[in-house]
């Protein structure tokens, strides 16, 4: 993806509106949305906001980026009709959700793609209905009005700087694997040549998978060839793309008995991996602080939704296969091991240590100065 500075107009979006049709039973509805004055779409305290995510209950759009939403489109627009979310892993269904969207006449979308290919169709018939759509997380392909995320390269950087600076001596010339995310998922491939641009040239990349759909099922499975392919006694450290993956590969070093465990990158800051960090299984995670980017997609999406401009939200652009100069909002990310859970993702309320220092891991949790 091509990054750049100054920004394009926003485009502006026709106020038509789909019909008001009935929306098919496709998620939760929340208590609160946005709107309150101003300007375009519906206007005023009319205004209503589609949120669509790829994963909710444990996932990371449920535990964090989906009430951090519903917050900031509570404060910015309380007297708002409810926001409709709906959550999914899988494309075709997102696309139904999308489409179901379209249908009831929603203003202005905010949209983390499952597939951004896939959707979009969805995308191009939400901008003939004149719905602004926000990308979230990931960058839809077709009309898409503003995007926020994380810088990706930096997020690769971050794994693949932390995995050499593990691997000590066996960072020049040892092994590794590497346990990439989907190629579905544009910002795996920004992942990827992130991690890359630290390692090429320094280690040999022994193994090197694109999970299908970020699944752990199908990590464990890629981890567990290359343990039979390379050895168990071969592998000086794993790039896993994300925390998910990072427990699949976890699991499939325990039960191939490799010891000692090579050290595991990972990302999103997931309780479990965190423990893992604390526990000495898993190395470091990249910790996405989901406040700000769930604060700047909701400001997205009220200012698109009154037909205002973003320009001064974004302060970059993007450009997909599809579009060039989106404006966007690309995020710092921060690289998290056992030394600086307590002054990253305790000091900024993600966790407590009571919640990360259970009973069986208080050892552990004194030993990395995790005091209660």
Same mark, same amino acid.
Not at 43 to 55: A, E, K
């Given at each position: 993806?091509?990054?750049?500075?100054?920004?394009?107009?926003?485009?502006?979006?026709?106020?038509?509106?789909?019909?008001?049709?009935?929306? $098919?039973?496709?998620?939760? +509805?929340?208590?609160?949305?946005?709107?309150?004055?101003?300007?375009?779409?519906?206007?005023?305290?009319?205004?209503?906001?589609? $949120?669509?995510?790829?994963?909710?209950?444990?996932?990371?759009?449920?535990?964090?980026?989906?009430?951090? %939403?519903?917050? #900031?489109?509570?404060?910015?627009?309380?007297?708002? @009709?409810?926001?409709?979310?709906?959550?999914?892993?899988? @494309?075709?269904?997102?696309?139904?959700?999308?489409?179901?969207?379209?249908? #009831?006449?929603?203003?202005?979308? %905010? +949209?983390?793609? $499952?597939?951004? =290919?896939?959707?979009?169709?969805?995308?191009?018939?939400?901008?003939?209905?004149?719905?602004?759509?926000?990308?979230?997380?990931?960058?839809?392909?077709?009309?898409?009005?503003?995007? +926020?995320?994380?810088?990706?390269?930096? $997020?690769?950087?971050?794994?693949?700087?932390?995995?050499?600076?593990? /691997?000590?001596?066996?960072?020049?010339?040892?092994?590794?694997?590497? /346990?990439?995310?989907?190629?579905? *998922?544009?910002?795996?491939?920004?992942?990827?040549?992130?991690?890359?641009?630290?390692?090429?040239? =320094?280690?040999? %990349?022994?193994?090197?998978? *694109?999970?299908?759909?970020?699944?752990?099922?199908?990590?464990?499975?890629? /981890?567990?060839?290359?343990?039979?392919?390379?050895?168990?006694?071969?592998?000086?450290?794993?790039?896993?793309?994300?925390?998910?993956?990072?427990?699949? +590969?976890?699991?499939?070093?325990?039960?191939?008995?490799?010891?000692?465990?090579?050290?595991?990158?990972?990302?999103?800051?997931?309780?479990?991996?965190?423990?893992?960090?604390?526990?000495?299984?898993?190395?470091?995670?990249?910790? =996405? @602080?989901? #406040?700000?980017?769930?604060?700047?997609?909701?400001?997205?999406?009220?200012?698109?939704?009154?037909?205002?401009?973003? *320009?001064?939200?974004?302060?970059?652009?993007?450009?997909?296969?599809?579009?060039?100069?989106?404006?966007?909002?690309?995020?710092?990310?921060?690289?998290?091991?056992?030394?600086?859970?307590?002054?990253?993702?305790? =000091?900024?309320? /993600?966790?407590?240590?009571?919640? %990360?220092?259970?009973?069986?891991?208080?050892?552990?949790?004194?030993?990395?100065?995790?005091?209660?």
């Amino acid at each position: 993806m091509g990054l750049g500075v100054g920004l394009s107009a926003v485009k502006r979006r026709s106020l038509s509106r789909a019909g008001a049709a009935a929306l $098919v039973a496709v998620g939760l +509805v929340l208590t609160g949305a946005c709107g309150g004055g101003g300007g375009g779409g519906s206007g005023g305290d009319d205004l209503t906001v589609g $949120v669509l995510l790829p994963g909710g209950g444990a996932s990371r759009f449920g535990q964090f980026d989906r009430p951090l %939403i519903e917050k #900031k489109l509570k404060e910015l627009c309380p007297g708002c @009709p409810a926001a409709t979310v709906a959550a999914t892993a899988e @494309p075709a269904v997102q696309r139904q959700q999308l489409d179901a969207m379209i249908t #009831k006449g929603v203003d202005v979308l %905010i +949209v983390a793609a $499952v597939d951004a =290919k896939a959707l979009r169709s969805s995308v191009e018939a939400a901008d003939r209905a004149g719905i602004p759509v926000v990308a979230y997380d990931r960058l839809a392909q077709g009309p898409i009005s503003g995007y +926020v995320t994380f810088d990706g390269e930096i $997020v690769g950087r971050l794994q693949g700087e932390a995995l050499l600076e593990a /691997m000590g001596p066996k960072a020049d010339g040892g092994q590794i694997v590497m /346990m990439n995310g989907a190629t579905t *998922d544009p910002n795996a491939g920004w992942y990827k040549r992130g991690a890359l641009s630290v390692l090429e040239g =320094k280690v040999r %990349i022994g193994k090197s998978y *694109d999970t299908v759909g970020w699944r752990p099922e199908n990590g464990y499975v890629n /981890m567990s060839g290359a343990i039979s392919a390379l050895g168990a006694n071969n592998i000086d450290g794993v790039l896993a793309a994300n925390d998910s993956l990072a427990g699949a +590969v976890v699991s499939a070093l325990n039960a191939s008995a490799v010891r000692p465990l090579p050290p595991v990158t990972g990302q999103d800051a997931d309780l479990a991996a965190v423990q893992r960090i604390v526990q000495g299984s898993q190395y470091m995670t990249v910790y =996405k @602080p989901f #406040k700000p980017a769930a604060d700047a997609a909701a400001e997205m999406a009220v200012a698109l939704g009154r037909d205002e401009p973003i *320009d001064s939200i974004a302060t970059g652009s993007v450009d997909s296969p599809t579009d060039e100069n989106v404006p966007a909002v690309l995020l710092p990310s921060v690289s998290v091991t056992a030394g600086n859970i307590e002054d990253t993702l305790v =000091k900024d309320g /993600m966790y407590t240590i009571d919640q %990360i220092c259970t009973p069986k891991l208080r050892a552990a949790c004194d030993k990395a100065g995790l005091g209660s």
